[in-house]
């Protein structure tokens, strides 16, 4: 990646965008991308990229950016009117704040309604994304909170950090940690089953949503590992295209699929309803080992 001409202390562009980079004092990095408030890089304290950002992705106003990590708000796929994934990973979001501290170096976005969030979806919100990096962590939390005035109607959204792992060679991969969670399979219409591996192995398309996976999960590699952890993201989405869907996206490379894996911290199965000045958040981190 080249970056040119900062503007301001924290911000850079990246083939037209602006980008917060962040650099804790141990070397922890991260680079988030202002558009969609979308992490696209990071790599741990003396370690390498644990992302996966295509080198198709097309970074444009307006346009979803395939790798790192998308933020999936207020609705999921095409689970309900809106557009597929809903509309914060293709809107510009605001730099709030950034800070490199002793230990992390931190930043937080944020999104806010505007005439055409409100022409989709008729609700006052503030969504802030922070991420932290630091040592081996990446640190991921969402909050959203609902800004509209007293006796405003509710509202019900769901969400996700629709994280892309980057990985070696995928078939080499091995997820742990979701033996025995129900799960719908969106390759086979939705049908449901229950995990019945504790080392899942990726070696065709996957597409599942996992309800109320409550423990951590460790993505193995033969050289290295990545501890996943969730609060209050109660769903976990696996999903990789495998060789024949990757070749029909057109912002992915045709052999993408192998060097990737989404491990999804999800909000699906019950959407969070939200009152005026109620406020909800979930976090996601990363550990690499
Ligand atoms: O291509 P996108 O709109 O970014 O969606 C990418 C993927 O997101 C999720 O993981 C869904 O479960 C998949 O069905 C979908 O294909």
Redesign the pocket.
């Known amino acids: 990646m080249s970056l040119t001409s900062p503007s301001t202390p924290e911000l850079v562009y990246l083939q037209g965008q602006p980008v917060v980079q962040l650099r804790a004092p141990d070397g922890a990095r991260a680079t988030v991308l202002l558009q969609g408030g979308q992490v696209i890089s990071w790599s741990p304290a003396g370690g390498s990229e644990r992302l996966y950002l295509s080198e198709r992705a097309v970074f444009e106003d307006g346009k979803?950016v395939?790798g790192g990590v998308?933020v999936?708000f207020p609705q999921?796929?095409q689970r309900g009117p809106l557009p597929?994934?809903g509309f914060a990973?293709t809107k510009r979001w605001k730099l709030l704040r950034a800070d490199t501290g002793r230990d992390d170096a931190i930043a937080v976005l944020g999104l806010t309604d505007d005439e055409a969030t409100r022409s989709l979806w008729p609700h006052a919100f503030a969504v802030e994304l922070t991420v932290a990096v630091g040592g081996n962590r990446l640190d991921l939390e969402l909050e959203v909170e609902h800004r509209g005035a007293q006796g405003a109607a509710p509202f019900s959204f769901m969400a996700?950090l629709?994280t892309y792992l980057r990985v070696r060679e995928v078939e080499e991969a091995r997820l742990k940690g979701l033996q025995g969670v129900r799960y719908q399979d969106?390759t086979r219409q939705g049908a449901e089953a229950v995990e019945s591996s504790g080392a899942l192995a990726i070696t065709d398309e996957i597409?599942?949503?996992y309800f109320g996976a409550t423990r951590a999960l460790l993505l193995d590699e033969p050289h290295r590992a990545l501890g996943i952890e969730a609060q209050q993201f109660p769903d976990v989405?696996?999903?990789n295209?495998w060789d024949r869907?990757c070749a029909a996206?057109p912002d992915m490379p045709p052999l993408g699929f192998r060097q990737m894996l989404?491990v999804?911290a999800a909000l699906i199965g019950e959407p969070v309803v939200l009152q005026p000045g109620e406020q909800w958040w979930g976090r996601q981190s990363l550990v690499a080992g």
């Open positions: 979803a395939r998308p999936i999921f796929e597929r994934h990973r996700a629709h969106s597409d599942r949503i989405v696996v999903w295209p869907k996206l989404c999804e």
